[in-house]
């Protein structure tokens, strides 16, 4: 069963929250997993594909839209079939992708919004009645 890492920022966010999947996506990049970024809309997946190109000065990683390259390292994706993908599902959407338990990890990034607050209650009720191992970080500085 899939582990289940929700990622509580102290702040309203949007911008924050993107910024954390960033570093999360770099971090699980970097140990060598291959990881599926599930935005909500092409809107936030181009400001996502935007950011991974020059959130850090030093730090690039490769990646490409789902829909253009599904066998990517770092695949972005709006609900797409994520392709051989099964390490890591950065779940950005407000709702459990249907593909979510093929994944060995799972995160959710939680910021102070009400509409995502209240998602992810929902979502953590899913992942618990399903009996995933679920795991809540509460983050004071990312």
């Not at 993107?18 to 935005?39: I, P, Q, S, T």
């Not at 994706?77 to 099964?86: E, F, K, R, T």
């Not at 709702?95 to 093929?102: D, L, N, S, T, W």
Request: glycine share 4%.
């Amino acid at each position: 069963m899939s582990q289940v890492d929700f990622y509580v920022l102290p702040t309203p966010s949007a911008a924050a929250r993107l910024d954390f999947a960033c570093k999360l996506c770099e971090k699980a990049w970097r140990l060598g997993h291959r990881v599926y970024l599930n935005c909500s809309d092409t809107a936030q997946r181009d400001e996502l594909d935007a950011r991974l190109w020059a959130f850090k000065g030093e730090a690039f990683v490769p990646h490409s839209h789902a829909e253009a390259d599904a066998a990517a390292a770092v695949a972005l994706g709006v609900g797409d079939d994520p392709g051989d993908h099964q390490d890591l599902l950065v779940n950005l959407d407000l709702k459990v992708p249907p593909f979510a338990a093929r994944f060995a990890r799972i995160a959710e990034i939680v910021i102070e919004d009400p509409a995502i607050r209240q998602a992810t209650r929902e979502s953590f009720r899913f992942y618990r009645e399903q009996g995933y191992a679920l795991q809540d970080h509460r983050l004071q500085r990312f």
